[in-house]
């Protein structure tokens, strides 16, 4: 009876979830299709200026829509966001799902690396900072959570540049892999490690990560303060519990306690944070991408951006948002699987 009662109310609770998703789905597209429909100028003027005469320029606006009343242009905009049509380029007439498939496997390792170097810091350093509570070290650890959190990651990658390239001038400091790497390695999957590994060009593997090391790094310090100081939060809160007061009480050593008991239940509010995370690491990805010379969906962006092309931008934009949405639905249904108290 129980087992039946907890699927139901896992079932109940992930049909809520998925319903949810359309109202806030709606609330991200509208704000986008607003924010760029009060940009000034017009963007097909904008992106091509006076290199058209203004014949082509007008048939240009019709082919993209926007000499039509603003809510047909909204209801437009909606039913190809539904059918994950995000529209054409201006400047390089190219569908932005191309954009996104030429650029989103840089932008996906860029992410993935960073998470990983952000769990790599954050839970140890988390994990020590709750064990260690009100002590120097965990003074320091707090310190260096909230300056990689606050400081501006344009400005830690480029400090962590100059370091890189004073004291170990031969280390790559830009780009995702030197031009030999990208030559040579066929495209299959668009993410180039993968193609790297899949062709046996270890080689070329060995060269992405020394490129990966700086972005990853410096985008994922943005995280690392969240994670710290999550982690310790629920460190410090795990050994007030009863089961730790008699992990201690059974002689188990304090080290112990804190790793087995205290850390692995201070790991399940983590998978929650993660998720939420992704929207940060999204906008911070577009300021390492522009600083490390990245060529991924961020660099795109911000290079239509400069062009003033705003359906390019418009449709990158949804991108992101779908994609922040989605990961979310995904977190919670995780988290529901991880904690069953959160069904209820």
Known sequence: MSSSAGSGSLARYILIRVILVIPMMLVLLTVVFILLRVA???????????????AIIAQKRHDLGLDQPLYKQYLEYLGHAARFDFGT?????????????????????????????????GLPLGRLAG????????????????????????????????????????????????????????????ILIVDAIYANYWTGVFDILQHCVLPCVTLGLLITGVIIRL??????????????????????????????????????????VIGLQVAL????????????????????????LNERDYPAVQGLVTFFAIVVVI??????????LVDPRVRY
């Open 131 to 190: 064990r260690f509570r009100d002590s120097g070290l965990d003074a320091v650890i707090r310190v260096f959570g909230i300056v990689t959190y606050a400081a501006p990651i344009f400005w830690v990658g480029v400090l962590l540049v100059a370091f890189v390239a004073t004291h170990f001038p031969s280390w790559p400091t830009y780009g995702i892999a030197s031009a030999q790497t990208t030559y040579v390695v066929p495209s299959h999957t668009h």
């Open 281 to 304: 690491t999204l906008s911070g990805a577009v300021l390492t991408e522009t600083t490390f010379n990245w060529p991924g969906v961020g660099s795109a962006l911000v290079n239509y």
């Open 231 to 272: 982690v310790r939060v629920n460190v410090i809160q795990a050994l007030k519990g009863d089961y730790v007061e008699a992990a201690r009480a059974r002689g188990i050593p304090e080290g112990r306690v804190v790793r087995k008991h205290a850390f692995r239940n201070a790991l399940v509010p983590v998978i929650t």
């Open 327 to 336: 990961v979310s639905l995904l977190v919670d249904i995780l988290n529901a």
């Open 40 to 54: 000034p100028g017009d963007p097909v003027t904008a992106a091509v200026g006076g290199h058209l005469p203004p």
């Open 89 to 121: 380029t201006i400047t390089d007439n190219q569908p932005v799902l191309n954009v996104v498939r030429d650029k989103g496997g840089a932008t996906l390792t860029l992410t993935a690396g960073a998470f990983l170097v952000a769990l790599l810091i």
